[in-house]
């Protein structure tokens, strides 16, 4: 009796154990699946699965899984390579996936909801501009068309009630004219609407890429070959669509396209961004990583006057921006316990030799003055300032340097005209003075 007893207690649990399995191809390419559970903070490690010959794995999920956004990361970066997927605390989740084609649902209906939705909208936008790319003016086909969408999205809307899905959506709600448009007022109004369906604060979507992924789109993708005044425009566009009381949404989204104009070397829009919104907005969440990031890439953007700092120069005290007597001046931040900075700073002293147009400024990051003091023997020529307490060091977070060596290129008033990053980027712009 006893052993039956043990067996029905165990049958439910075994019954309402849930899966996340998915097949990978071509299998050669994958090794891993990692299961993550997002959240709007971070990525919570759940649990990993090896793929076999075929490409295939399971992971188990135990009680503690909760309802909400999950993510498998396939490959590193890991950033760069995963996928988000729905999970209701009910359902087996089945997939496949390439790269070629993406992932797909066999299991979940949750997911294949969502697939089939994007589908759907994905057709009917394509008769939408099919429609206009043919200059069209029938204002019978135009009614006929928009009614398809609406009645997609409504049928879809009605298909998601009670699950997570609805929020995504809800959130994807089309703009529908209510009558003829031609294709600039079509395109003015849809871009009027596309920010306007969404709850920023909503946390399924706060956990997933879908606020990303839009704001991206709407940023960079709205208007063909945009200008920095219409990047300017969109930025102010998505702050004003997002509640003043979502303050760290809003943060992650904007620190999230600033770093999109660091990357791309836009230094005007990263700065716009810095000086209308990262800097107040850092201070409200108390975040002073993001701060000092962002002051101290606006410190040293191309184009700024570099920060000064004081220099003892043959017994003399002076500072940076009172340096005279040369068109260039090369500002390197390195240190005499960096191994790569001894391997590069002879090559530089070669490089600058015959360059009596430009003098460099080397500030050393050093925990004390011993081995500076030996190792700026070798390069007389420079002028040198030692910065205590390395990292700590004010003008080093001034400057925000990360890593040694770093160079900056000043010219003679001291204004930042190249931040090389490479040595060989630092020689190919050295041969043009």
Known sequence: MKKLLILFLVLPLICQA????GT???AEDFSYAFLYQATPESANYVDRGQLDRTGNFEIQLDSTAKPGIYKIVYAIPPEENNFDFIYDGKENISFNFSQENGVSFTESEENKLWNSYLKSIDMVNQTISNY???????KKGFKAIFKTLKDTQTGYEELAQGKLVSSFIIANRPYIPTEYEDISTYSKNLKQHYLSQIDFSNYLLQSSSFLIDRVTAYVFNMVENPSNATYKAHIDDVAAAIN???LIIKTSLLEMIWKHFVDQKNHEVANYITTNYLLELAKATENNVL???VISFKNTSIGSKAPNFDITSNGKNTNLHQLKGAEHYLL???SSTCSHCLSELPKVKEMVANKPNLKVVAFGLEDDKKSWNNEIKNYPDFIHQIGLG???NPVVKTYGVSATPIYFLLDSSKIITEKPYELKDLENLLKQL
């Open 18 to 21: 849930q899966s996340v399995k």
């Open 24 to 26: 990978f191809s071509p």
């Open 132 to 138: 206009f790319a043919k200059e069209n003016s029938d």
């Open 244 to 246: 003043t009381n979502d």
């Open 291 to 293: 701060l000092d990031m």
């Open 332 to 334: 390197i931040f390195w």
């Open 390 to 392: 390395k990292w700590d």
